[in-house]
């Protein structure tokens, strides 16, 4: 386990960061998905803690959860949000994080509902996720795209169903 740090992002595109950010503000659930021991994927529900994303994520688990033991053997993974008519796809590199002022920082109500332990206890820790890369589809919303839809049936054309780009972190 290591403590929070943040490697340098001089070479970030802050306008993509952002693009990102407003997609997936306000969605505090998301599917986090990691490689366990026999190599297959593993998909789970995770609540993302209230911090302005800068390309890291922030979760809390029980320290001897198979997904903090997945995250440690190979921190390849992958973070799933979808939001009505938005989906974004992140990918990136997990870390487990031990750091006491940051549990405290990010504990809330919320997350004290899920843990039986206080903040400080050493059997709760953060998974920190760094993301690499996003993809997002960002669509007009379900009429738009179903009239988009119906036209391009009738034109024989290609529907416009909103925005589809891949940035990276």
């Known amino acids: 386990m290591t403590t929070a740090t943040h ?36 998909s789970r529900p995770m609540a ?5 994303f800068d390309g890291d994520l922030w979760f809390f688990s029980e320290a001897d959860s ?10 390849a993974v992958n ?7 938005m989906w974004v796809s992140l990918k990136g590199r ?6 006491a002022a940051k549990k405290e ?10 843990f039986t332990h206080e ?11 760094h993301s690499d890369s996003a993809e997002y589809w960002d669509s007009p919303g379900a009429a738009a795209t179903a009239l ?3 036209k391009s049936t009738v034109t024989r054309g290609t529907p416009n169903v909103g925005n589809n780009e891949v940035v990276d972190l």
Do not use: H, Y
């Not at 306008?15 to 297959?40: Q, W």
């Not at 920082?105 to 899920?114: C, D, G, H, Y």
């Open 94 to 99: 997990a870390e487990v994080v031990d750091d």
């Open 48 to 52: 993302v803690q209230e911090v302005e």
């Open 7 to 42: 490697p340098s992002r001089d070479d970030v595109d802050d306008e993509a960061v952002n693009k990102v950010r407003s997609l997936i503000e306000g969605v505090r659930t998301c599917m986090l998905t990691s490689i366990d021991r026999d190599g297959g994927l593993i």
């Open 105 to 114: 920082e990010l504990w809330n109500p919320f997350v004290a509902a899920w």
């Open 66 to 75: 198979p997904k903090v033991a997945n995250v440690t053997a190979d921190p």
């Open 119 to 129: 903040p400080a206890d050493p059997a709760i820790v953060l998974i920190r996720v």
């Open 79 to 85: 973070v799933a949000f979808v939001d009505g008519s």
């Open 148 to 150: 988009s839809m119906l």
